[in-house]
């Protein structure tokens, strides 16, 4: 009986990199699905957490009869100001999220459209924009 030549276990680089060219394709047709995703997902939760914001800030409006002036911020839902003795809060369970960019949400009170006006600057951080570059508000209901 011939015996056979013994090849040894594994991969050529032939097929290492028949796999890689594979794997590159379908990374190249499927990442921009994801990154579109993402920014989408990224606008939905600041849009939720604006709403949510807007909640708390109608509870602090409830109880010391006015919105938090700018000076007093966000962070007065959050943390007792001195001057309020009628403050019920905390009106938030942790401290103010920073925007899915990691950046702070604008709070302008009084705002210009209505009693307060708070939002996002979007991916871009700068006024205006489409797409992911959008402002999210809460005058508007969608990204």
Do not use: C
């Not at 579109?36 to 957490?49: D, I, L, S, W, Y």
């Not at 000076?71 to 839902?77: H, M, T, V």
Request: charge should be negative; avoid cysteine; aromatic fraction near 10%.
């Amino acid at each position: 009986m011939k015996e056979k030549p013994h090849r040894s276990a594994g991969f050529t680089l032939i097929e290492l990199m028949i796999v890689l060219f594979i794997l590159g394709l379908l990374a190249a047709l499927v990442a921009p699905r994801l990154m579109g995703r993402v920014g989408k997902a990224k606008q939905k939760t600041a849009q939720a957490q604006i709403q949510m914001l807007a909640t708390a800030l109608d509870l602090y409006h409830l109880d010391v009869g006015r919105y938090p002036t700018d000076e007093e911020g966000l962070k007065s839902l959050y943390l007792k100001p001195e001057s309020l003795p009628s403050w019920s809060g905390p009106y938030l369970d942790k401290a103010v999220p920073k925007d899915p960019w990691a950046r702070d949400y604008v709070y302008k009170y009084p705002g210009e459209h209505g009693p307060y006006d708070l939002y996002s600057l979007g991916a871009d951080g700068q006024p205006g924009g489409e797409g992911e570059n959008a402002d999210i508000t809460n005058w508007e209901t969608s990204p």
